[in-house]
């Protein structure tokens, strides 16, 4: 049996899908992914004294999520570290402050709104993790 896949609106594209456990059904199988976007905003100001090492989601984040959300679609989140330690760039907003969870809260209900699921993507940078950025040791 042949799949065509580009068939206009009868095309598999847009038929819903259940995932999740089938606890989720998506209302098609255009699936937003993953993209860093280095748009959080600084906890704080950035001086040499006290460099910023830690961002949340601001209003940028929440728009950005807002505008990509359908009804019934699924969008996953940029790389979201968990951990100062885990974060390997500047701008990324992470998820280990009450500051950061009450933005995504925003981003959360932003997509909700609109009718769409989004999931959180966890992420550690790894090797790529330097110490001007984590504030660790070499």
């Given at each position: 049996?042949?799949i065509?896949?580009?068939?206009?609106k009868?095309?598999?594209?847009?038929?819903?899908?259940?995932?999740?456990?089938?606890?989720?059904?998506l209302?098609?199988?255009?699936?937003?992914?993953?993209?860093t976007?280095?748009?959080g905003?600084?906890?704080?100001?950035?001086?040499?004294?006290?460099?910023?090492r830690?961002w949340?989601?601001?209003?940028?984040?929440?728009?950005?999520?807002?505008?990509?959300?359908?009804?019934?679609?699924?969008?996953?989140?940029?790389?979201?570290?968990?951990?100062?330690e885990?974060?390997?760039?500047?701008?990324?907003?992470?998820?280990?402050?009450?500051?950061q969870?009450?933005g995504?809260?925003?981003?959360v209900?932003?997509?909700?709104?609109?009718g769409?699921?989004i999931?959180?993507?966890?992420?550690?940078?790894?090797?790529?993790?330097i110490?001007q950025?984590?504030?660790s040791?070499a």
């Open positions: 049996m042949t065509h896949y580009l068939e206009g009868d095309s598999s594209l847009f038929r819903p899908l259940t995932i999740s456990n089938g606890h989720l059904t209302a098609h199988r255009v699936v937003h992914a993953p993209l976007r280095n748009r905003e600084p906890l704080h100001s950035d001086t040499p004294e006290t460099p910023n830690i949340v989601p601001g209003d940028a984040v929440v728009e950005y999520y807002s505008q990509r959300a359908t009804q019934g679609g699924l969008i996953i989140s940029e790389g979201i570290p968990p951990s100062l885990s974060n390997g760039m500047p701008g990324v907003p992470g998820l280990f402050i009450p500051e969870a009450q995504w809260k925003r981003v209900d932003a997509v909700h709104a609109k769409g699921i999931f959180c993507q966890l992420w550690h940078a790894g090797r790529a993790t110490p950025m984590t504030g040791p």
